[in-house]
């Protein structure tokens, strides 16, 4: 014994329901893959991706890890990144981070943790870049929200400024970069108003959001 029957049975009855109410979901499902969007989002188990916007399995490509960071040097990532979007064509990349994150409360606090601390650092950075409008908070849960959302504006900057991403907007490929977050308190996604279309729209509308934080 696993210790691990339980799961296999709620995979029976996920089949059994789903089934029920879409006799063919698995036949189509196994023909073709062909999502529109593509997620880059937290390790968090509390963040649900399909989930949380109420899609099925096969309507959204998915990359996770711990507080949603993009950076040149995870081909993990790019390579999620270049195949979503070079190969099956993804409409939408969304960046979506949430508050409560347990690696920007890291970040914010210096905490040692291991192994980790070095991918963390990546948010102490945006950490440090941002300190004139996180210093402004008004305590310490309101300035660890505002990193949350400002690591994810610098990742969605990040995988605009991709040659992935560069090389798709200059063939005219349709392709838009959002960044949002969610609320594990109340389930709810927030847009935080950065949503890319072409590189300059980006060079536009990057400063733009930046400036509402700092008012």
């Known amino acids: 014994m696993s210790g691990l029957e339980h799961l296999i049975e709620n995979n029976r009855k996920w089949v059994a329901g789903i089934t029920a109410e879409r006799p063919s979901f698995f036949s189509e499902l196994g023909k073709q ?6 997620w880059i989002g937290c390790a968090d188990s509390r ?8 899609l099925l399995p096969g309507e959204m490509f998915v990359h996770r890890n711990v507080a949603n960071i993009v950076i040149p040097t995870d081909l993990n990532c790019l390579s999620v990144l270049q195949y979503a979007i070079d190969v099956l064509n993804v409409e939408h990349v969304i960046v979506c981070g949430h508050y409560g994150c347990g690696g920007v409360l ?18 102490q950075d945006v950490r440090d870049h941002h300190h004139d409008i996180i210093d402004k908070a008004e305590d310490e849960v309101t300035a ?11 990742q969605v900057k990040h995988v605009c400024q991709t040659n992935i991403v560069q090389d798709a907007w200059q063939r005219r490929q349709q392709l838009r970069v959002h960044g949002w977050i969610y609320g594990i308190n109340d389930g709810l ?26 008012d």
């Open 144 to 154: 660890r929200a505002k990193l949350a959302e400002l690591n994810v504006i610098e």
């Open 33 to 38: 893959h062909t999502p529109k969007y593509l």
């Open 189 to 214: 996604i927030h847009d935080l108003g950065f949503s890319v279309q072409s590189s300059t729209d980006f060079d536009t509308t990057y400063p733009e959001v930046l400036e509402r934080y700092r």
């Open 106 to 123: 890291a970040a914010y606090n210096n905490l040692r943790l291991g192994l980790i601390d070095n991918w963390l650092r990546h948010v």
């Open 47 to 54: 963040v649900p991706a399909n989930e949380i916007v109420g």
